[in-house]
């Protein structure tokens, strides 16, 4: 159970540069997120996607543009790297389950650095 | 506004202390809180939620209404707790709010 797949684990761009963060989720859910992760500054969200076909703005969207391609894939694009999008990102998904409430699960992070 | 606060960036406790991670939020509503853990290089996991009152790994966390806080406790730390721990609160539309995290650091 692959859970959420996010592609590449590391990058280094050059200033300027642009690429596409790729994220999929096996687990049939209809949310998707993209945070970023700074040291003092916790998760902050981007972007997110509450089902196929639509996406909405979170906290830091500027600078980044995203895709949802179907229910499974969701990717985040940044068409002019800057320094300051050097960070540490996250692709997560949910579904809200009666029983137990709302469980985000996050994939194992992007390691991106502009220089 | 949705708010979720962490005042210690770092808390940093002997093996076999009692630990207290402090969490306090701003939203209007009925609030839905978390901690999620993220050992190092690792992704980050749900560790409990406040409906479910459950504990995990030893850790208990109570939702406080009239102090806006849902500490996380836990009574008798363990070097293997060591690890970034983050409160979140579930905004309208099913995203979460994190807060700015606390690192645990449980010394031998």
């Known amino acids: 159970n692959a859970g959420v797949t996010q592609t590449p684990k590391f990058q280094v761009l050059k200033t300027g540069q642009s690429m596409t963060l790729q994220c999929a989720q096996d687990?049939?859910?209809?949310?998707m997120y993209w945070y970023r992760q700074d040291p003092g500054m916790g998760l902050r969200l981007i972007y997110y996607?509450?089902?196929?076909?639509?996406?909405d703005k979170g906290e830091v969207p500027n600078g980044y543009n995203v895709s949802r391609l179907n229910k499974r894939e969701f990717s985040l694009r940044l068409e002019s790297a800057a320094p300051s999008q050097t960070s540490v990102y996250f692709c997560?998904?949910?579904?809200?389950?009666?029983?137990?409430?709302?469980?985000?699960?996050f994939g194992e992070g992007s390691w991106l650095t502009v220089v | 506004a949705q708010r979720v606060t962490q005042p210690e960036k770092l808390l940093s406790v002997f093996k076999g202390a009692p630990v207290e991670l402090k969490c306090n939020y701003s939203?209007?509503?009925?609030?839905?809180l978390f901690w999620y853990v993220q050992y190092s290089r690792q992704r980050l996991q749900l560790l409990l939620r406040?409906?479910s009152r459950e504990s995990i790994k030893g850790f208990t966390a109570d939702l406080n209404k009239g102090e806006t806080s849902f500490h996380l406790k836990k009574p008798f730390a363990q070097e293997e707790d060591s690890a970034m721990y983050y409160c979140?609160?579930?905004?309208?539309?099913?995203?979460?709010?994190f807060g700015q995290g606390t690192e645990l650091s449980v010394k031998p």
């Open positions: 997560a998904s949910s579904e809200v389950v009666r029983s137990s409430g709302n469980t985000i699960y």
């Open positions: 687990m049939n859910h209809n949310s």
């Open positions: 996607s509450a089902s196929e076909g639509t996406t």
């Open positions: 939203y209007s509503g009925s609030p839905e």
């Open positions: 406040h409906i």
């Open positions: 979140a609160l579930r905004a309208p539309g099913g995203k979460l709010i």
